[in-house]
Each structure stands twice: as structure tokens, then as C-alpha cells.
């Protein structure tokens, strides 16, 4: 299997719980996105080394910041090692991902003031894939990130979403809808 991981704190609670066994020896972990923020922790690509160390496995990470200017975003696309990752995502059989509240996600993505002004006037709650939903599960804004691709987890045999916290709510609830 070739498993798909987003960062974040949830997420990385998951480390704890993991331990080797025959199946997931010989699975891939993969980071499912660049960075967000400064803490490393956190990252997917930490994660994935992380996870991958648990279970007796390998991981591939991906060193590029997550959220990128319009320019950077369109000269990045074509850079090999993202082609290649790219490719990886759409041989993906599961995805671990973590569900943010909007307004956490805005601050950790240092986020303009117009953009956290027009997320806030659309009703964003909740974040997943640098897509933004409101309280009825309506994409609200989307940014153009460096990985997986909404698309891309759609065609996964397995996505395990996780989330915790009471500021959470609103945005696991919004994002099951």
C-alpha cells in the first residue's frame, strides 16, 4: 500500500498507536503535502519519517513549502520531483488526513488580511487540502497547494480523516456534510 499523511497535531497523535506488522512493513508512506508553518513536529514529511520508523517501513517526503504564489505555484508544478510525487499520489490506496478549523488554518498559512477577510465573509469552519468549507459543506475557496489533490483522494481505496477538539466541531461536522 502507499499511504497518503497530511500533517498536524491530530495526526501525528496517530505515531503512538502504530506498530509493525507484515502488511504495513510493506507499505509506503507518503507526505501528502509540503510545509505549513514552523513547527516541525508536525509536518507530513516529519510524520511520514515518523510512521514510517513505527512500522518498519519507508516513506518519501516532500521539502517544498505547501502554500505558494500564484508564479511559484505554476513554476513548481513542473519541477521533477513534484511531477514525481504527483505520480505517487495517484497510486495512493489510503489517506490519513487531518480536518482544521478555518480560522487556525488562515494563521498557520500566514494568510493576507484579504484573504482571511474574504474567508470570512464566505462562512469558512473548517480546511482539508487547502480547500476551505462553510457550515453546510460547501467549498468555499480553494488554494493551490503542492500535493495530494482532492481529486487524487477521491480515487483512494481508504480515507481516514481525524480531528480533535471542541474548536474543531464546527469544522468536522461541515466537512462530513
Known sequence: SKIAV???SSVAALTH???PTKLLSSAQFIAARGGIGDEMRMQANTLVANFAKQCDSTYRSLFLPEHLSEQAYQAMKTEPIVEEMMALYDEVNIVIHGIGAADE?????NSSQ???QHLKEKGAVGEAFGY????????VHHIHTIGIQLEQVKKSDKVIA???GKAKANAIQAYFK
Do not use: K, S, W
Request: glycine fraction near 12%.
Open 6 to 8: 497530511t500533517g498536524g
Open 132 to 139: 476551505y468549507f462553510d457550515e453546510q459543506g460547501a467549498i
Open 114 to 116: 484579504a484573504e482571511q
Open 17 to 19: 498507536f502504530l506498530t
Open 162 to 164: 481525524i480531528a480533535a
Open 105 to 109: 488554518m488562515v494563521a498557520r498559512r
